[in-house]
């Protein structure tokens, strides 16, 4: 006898079959491995046989939501006096609100970060398009309440912070531009004391912490592989997830 697997879900008015991606959020100090985890698990998951097409896997950056300098704070920041660490640097209710958009399947355009100007780049924005996994990385992913509470996982990045020094001076002063003294005046002045501050504390919300980072295969396979389960008891129990419009029954 077959067993028809297709849940029958409550009818309720104005629904909305939508799939809901997997919202994955990555925190960890600077130059942890945060991007690097990201790609390793995008591209297990791309690779991966799925019982349906092509998975989409895509990440969005926390350091598209920098808010705006005003014209005195983007002096300051061209000296390296301005704290970017702190959370008050980021746009929250636009992280939200994108999101928000995000987990109801549809698409967003984020802004792309330029590190040499210290600004957001509205020209070339980044389209990103419905997507079964959603990877939010960021030093502040878990800061927010409203927005950590809308993860589906959590992840921290747990690398060394002698290891995350050595890999941020060659990045910054290769890649943005400064020259040692302002990184290092930087890092002992904001980054560093940011980190025990603001993101260190967050660790204790993490599903799962990866000690070093993108080289734990272990780590990153266990992820890969709850997220494959996640992903293909979806598809077979039906992947969509009904948004009551109405919400009667509140239930978000
Ligand atoms: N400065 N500093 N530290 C922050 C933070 O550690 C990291 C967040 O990804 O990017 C760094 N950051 C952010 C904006 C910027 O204009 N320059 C910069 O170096």
């Known amino acids: 006898m077959d067993v028809d697997n297709t849940l029958?879900?409550?009818n309720c008015e104005h629904k909305t079959d939508i799939k809901t991606p997997f919202l994955i959020g990555v925190a960890g100090g600077t130059a942890s491995g945060k991007s690097t985890v990201c790609k390793k698990i995008m591209e297990q998951l791309?690779?991966?046989?799925?019982?349906?097409?092509?998975r989409q896997v895509?990440?969005?950056?926390?350091?598209?939501?920098?808010?705006?300098?005003?014209?005195?704070?983007k002096a300051k920041a061209q000296k390296g006096l301005f704290n970017f660490d702190h959370p008050d640097a980021f746009n929250e209710n636009l992280m939200y609100d994108t999101l928000q958009e995000v987990l109801k399947g549809r698409i967003v355009k984020v802004p792309c970060y330029d590190y040499r100007?210290?600004?957001?780049?509205?020209?070339?924005?980044?389209?990103?398009?419905?997507?079964?996994?959603?990877l939010f990385e960021g030093i502040l992913v878990f800061y927010f309440p409203k927005i950590r509470d809308l993860?589906?996982?959590?992840?921290?990045?747990?690398?060394?912070?002698?290891?995350?020094?050595?890999?941020?001076?060659?990045?910054?002063?290769?890649e943005r531009g400064r020259d040692l003294d302002a990184v290092l005046t930087?890092?002992?002045?904001?980054?560093?004391?940011?980190?025990?501050?603001?993101?260190?504390?967050?660790?204790?919300?993490?599903d799962v912490i990866i000690p070093r980072g993108a080289d734990n295969t272990v780590?990153?396979?266990?992820i890969v592989q709850h997220i494959r389960d996640f992903l293909n008891n979806r598809s077979r129990y039906g992947?969509?997830?009904?948004?009551n419009h109405d919400n009667t029954n509140g239930i978000g």
């Open 46 to 54: 791309g690779q991966a046989d799925m019982d349906q097409a092509q």
């Open 151 to 174: 993860f589906h996982m959590k992840l921290f990045v747990d690398t060394d912070s002698d290891t995350r020094l050595a890999r941020r001076v060659p990045r910054d002063i290769n």
């Open 239 to 243: 992947s969509t997830t009904n948004i």
């Open 8 to 10: 029958l879900l409550p």
């Open 58 to 73: 895509v990440t969005i950056g926390q350091d598209s939501f920098y808010r705006e300098l005003t014209t005195a704070e």
């Open 186 to 206: 930087q890092y002992m002045t904001f980054v560093k004391p940011a980190f025990e501050e603001f993101c260190s504390p967050t660790k204790k919300f993490a």
């Open 219 to 222: 780590a990153i396979d266990l």
């Open 117 to 134: 100007s210290n600004s957001l780049d509205h020209e070339n924005k980044l389209t990103i398009y419905p997507a079964d996994v959603v």
